[in-house]
């Protein structure tokens, strides 16, 4: 599995020490995600459980969300798998953005423009975080990882369901 849930983790002692546990900047929603994709990185194994901590249209969880996708992908891609999906994130994002503004929802409409400001803002951290890496796996290499497109899946096939998709 790709990642587990923050609201039901178990993480072994010695690989939590190894990792360094949480990333201390993501405060919450995807710092999970992080340790687990780090942990694969290490050869760990992950688990799978569910979750969630605030309620879908709280301005608070788009930002959070958005920042720590971001951080995600250029802490962890692998060589090679970075900048053409952190380009395509930059796209999708802003037509995520319109999408708000479009809908009323000036709050997360503001949330998506201050998770891009506050990366691009910490962006010597975040590259400091990503050379202190381990070596990375590629997308194929881990466990869970869907090797397409979510997104044109979702909007460009019309499949809403995770296992309506083909490994």
């Not at 992908?73 to 708000?100: S, T």
């Not at 691009?120 to 590259?127: M, S």
């Not at 050379?131 to 466990?143: I, K, Y």
Request: aromatic share 14%; glycine share 12%; net charge positive.
């Amino acid at each position: 599995m790709a990642w587990a849930s923050g609201a039901c983790l178990l993480v072994r002692r010695a690989a939590w020490r190894e990792l360094g546990g949480f990333e201390p900047a993501f405060f919450a929603h995807m710092e999970e995600i992080d340790l687990c994709w780090r942990l694969q990185n290490a050869g760990h194994e992950v688990w799978y459980h569910g979750g969630g901590a605030l309620p879908k249209t709280n301005p608070r969880k788009t930002y959070l969300n958005f920042r720590n996708g971001l951080v995600l992908l250029y802490k962890n891609a692998a060589p090679g798998e970075l900048y053409g999906p952190l380009l395509l994130r930059l796209v999708l994002d802003g037509a995520a953005a319109l999408r708000f503004l479009a809908a009323g929802q000036g709050d997360n409409f503001w949330a998506v423009l201050r998770a891009h400001f506050s990366f691009y803002g910490k962006l010597g951290y975040w590259r400091t975080q990503r050379r202190a890496a381990r070596p990375r796996l590629r997308a194929a290499e881990r466990p869970g990882v869907y090797a397409g497109s979510v997104v044109w899946a979702y909007f460009g096939r019309g499949k809403r369901k995770f296992s309506e998709l083909n490994p």
